[in-house]
């Protein structure tokens, strides 16, 4: 979670789909605190070759970005 890290989704030509849908999900929700795109972009990295959990659980844009890494990549458009 970041203050306005929704609002830093300005750009979202290059997101992957699933990051797309949640933040627009947490637009429509009042949620602004989303991850940043670049807090996303390193959950993306440290899932693919992550080997410790999270001690809380990712929810949100940061677990859409986070779940990017599955099928090499593919559930991201990759």
Known sequence: MSISGTAAYRDRAALPETVLRAVELAERLGF???????QGRLLRALAAGATARSARPVRGAG???????RGGGRACGW
Do not use: D, I, K, Y
């Open 32 to 38: 602004e605190q989303s991850c940043r795109p670049e």
């Open 63 to 69: 677990w859409a970005w986070a779940g990017c890494w």
